[in-house]
């Protein structure tokens, strides 16, 4: 089977991004043939050399500048470059025009707006209003949630499947609740006896120190200002917050400055290993204000940690409570979102390591790469109205 991929940016960087390189490997190994349509690539993907070696890149002009014309000219380019050629599936993790598949892993936008707008000022809220870019968006968003242009709408959570359905009216029997998968070899329990000791050493931290992970890119949506004011709550003399991640730190060091907790936090950066933090970790903490379905939080159980995060994250439909984590209803609820981390402090992760030993079959990528076929069978078959 011939595939388009379409990424702006193929990293490893990223929950995300780290999802489609994950799908991309597993495409290759089935013997697919894997093209890769994308402005920007840091690295090939990992695998065998001869699966390697049949992943092919199509750099994407794009735009540079406002963020207005990247997204509209990478739409508008990537469309002119598949017409070129001809793909059996054309699957689209992007905002883009032209696709047989498009996952939604970004989320409704239309949604994430309404979200975000509960916790901005009403001045932010009118830049936003008036911003091109959500307006453009919003129009893109429309052709993609329109039965005449995708035949399928991959969802990674009930939640997200709703979200379209309301805002857009796609028919439900067209959109596939796949929920995300996670490379088990990768991330499992042994990341701790792995990496424990090594990346704590690193970080200055001895074993009886209580270890939060907050990693993400983009702190304001993922919601670090509440995870850093939780911390400032807990008065436990012997815990850290590690935050990982692609973004600028400096108002968030400054605010752990303002709350007296900046000695408890620790900027770790972009990371290309993320097992290595979460094999350090006792926690993982997101108590994002709009997810889809977050990565990270999956990789986190799959490596035994337990999972404090707030329910409009689409992840929250895997949380076992006390289990796999808990969920908090509110992110800016900080005395919900304290009393949700201590819970699991008080707790060893036991049964969250119990969990991913027997059940971590359920999360894993295979699985969910299967049923990504099946949505390809189903486009070339013609089962779709």
């Known amino acids: 089977m011939k595939v388009a991929l379409i990424r702006k940016k193929y990293s490893p960087f990223g929950g995300a991004e780290r999802y489609v390189d994950t799908l991309v490997r597993h495409l290759l190994d089935l013997g697919h043939e894997v093209h890769i349509f994308a402005n920007e690539w840091e690295s090939a993907t990992r695998g065998t050399q001869s699966a390697t070696q049949r992943l092919v890149f199509h750099r994407v002009p794009m735009i540079k500048g406002l963020s207005v014309l990247k997204l509209l000219s990478f739409a508008i380019n990537v469309r002119r470059l598949l017409k070129k050629e001809r793909f059996e599936i054309v699957h689209s993790f992007e905002r883009t025009l032209y696709q047989d598949i498009a996952r939604a892993g970004d989320g409704c936008h239309k949604e994430w707006l309404i979200q975000r707008a509960k916790y901005e000022p009403f001045w932010k809220r009118v830049l936003v209003g008036?911003?091109?870019?959500?307006?453009?968006?919003?129009?893109?968003?429309?052709?993609?949630?329109?039965?005449?242009?995708?035949?399928?709408?991959?969802?990674?959570?009930?939640?997200?499947?709703?979200?379209?359905?309301?805002?857009?009216?796609?028919?439900?029997?067209?959109?596939?609740?796949?929920?995300n998968g996670v490379d088990t070899k990768r991330f499992n329990p042994a990341c701790r006896g792995k990496f424990r000791k090594a990346v704590r050493d690193f970080l200055g931290l001895s074993e009886d120190i209580r270890v939060l992970l907050f990693l993400g890119s983009g702190f304001e949506r993922k919601g670090l200002k509440f995870a850093i004011e939780s911390l400032s709550k807990i008065n436990e003399p012997k815990i850290k917050l590690v935050v990982a991640g692609k973004d600028n730190p400096k108002r968030y060091r400054m605010q752990a400055r303002r709350l007296g907790v900046v000695d408890k936090v620790i900027f770790y950066g972009p990371t290309k290993e993320p097992e290595r933090l979460y094999g350090a970790a006792d926690v993982f903490v997101l108590p994002t204000i709009y997810e889809p379905f977050s990565n990270a939080c999956l990789e986190a159980i799959a490596s035994g940690v337990p999972v404090v995060t707030s329910k409009i994250n689409g992840f929250s439909e895997f949380i076992e409570d006390g289990v796999t984590g808990v969920c908090v209803e509110d992110p800016s609820d900080i005395?919900?979102?304290k009393g949700a981390i201590q819970r699991l402090l008080r707790q060893d992760n036991r049964e969250t390591i119990k969990w991913a030993k027997t059940k971590g079959r359920l999360i894993d990528v295979e699985n969910h790469v299967r049923e990504t076929v099946k949505c390809y069978e189903a486009v070339l078959a013609g089962m779709l109205k």
């Open 335 to 337: 005395e919900a979102l």
């Open 130 to 179: 008036i911003n091109p870019l959500h307006w453009s968006f919003l129009w893109i968003e429309k052709q993609i949630f329109d039965k005449k242009n995708t035949q399928i709408v991959i969802a990674n959570s009930q939640r997200g499947k709703e979200e379209i359905i309301r805002h857009y009216g796609f028919p439900a029997e067209r959109i596939r609740v796949i929920y």
